[in-house]
């Protein structure tokens, strides 16, 4: 989080400053591509540089404090989400049968990248097990640390289907642990492999 520095580097960034505008983006980028991951996989990457694209565009527009924008950041980016799964639906892609030229070695050492972000890695598979809608809040929710009234309009949910949303995941997700107790929404729950706690769930 950046505090009370956002809004010095909020105003910068939309005035064309490059390294302001960098600040968001180190502050901000890997929860979004973790959310992107959980539902795109390899297409993540591409996606998160369209959502960067679309808010440079329109950052000298935007109003509000660094929890609004981080709204906005996921707002732009779910609705990215849906056109490609529009896109995907419409163009479905058919295998081509020329496949050797995929079973080469990798031009650089994805095995050290993937070591270095295992936990992460580990903690959006064990997310994405459950049903994508709860799947998405749990994620908004407790490794993006977005609050029950941001993650509802950023899914088009009120915030008390948000909150039954992530406390029945998190149960779900306790129950799969071997958890004796279910999680319960005021006792704070953490996502596996990524260290982070979520508060309780009504706020």
Do not use: C, N
């Amino acid at each position: 989080m950046l505090g009370p520095e956002f809004p010095d580097v909020l105003r910068l960034a939309a005035m064309g400053d490059g390294g302001a505008f960098a600040r968001l983006w180190r502050e901000m980028h890997p929860p979004l591509l973790r959310y992107l991951r959980l539902s795109t996989g390899d297409t993540a990457e591409d996606l998160a540089s369209e959502v960067w694209l679309e808010i440079a565009r329109r950052i000298g527009r935007f109003r509000g404090g660094e929890p609004e924008f981080r709204g906005w950041l996921f707002t732009l980016a779910r609705r990215r989400l849906i056109d490609q799964r529009r896109y995907e639906t419409r163009h479905p892609e058919l295998p081509t049968g020329d496949d050797a030229r995929l079973d080469g070695p990798a031009a650089d050492d994805t095995m050290a990248a993937s070591l270095e972000d295992i936990s992460t890695e580990a903690a959006l598979a064990f997310i994405a097990t459950l049903p994508r809608d709860q799947a998405e809040i749990v994620l908004l929710r407790v490794v993006v640390g977005l609050d029950a009234t941001q993650v509802a309009k950023i899914v088009g949910k009120s915030p008390g289907a948000v909150r039954i949303a992530a406390h029945r995941g998190l149960r779900t997700l306790t129950a799969r642990l071997g958890g004796a107790d279910a999680a319960s929404p005021d006792a704070g729950a953490r996502a596996p492999g990524t260290g982070i706690v979520a508060p309780g769930w009504g706020a």
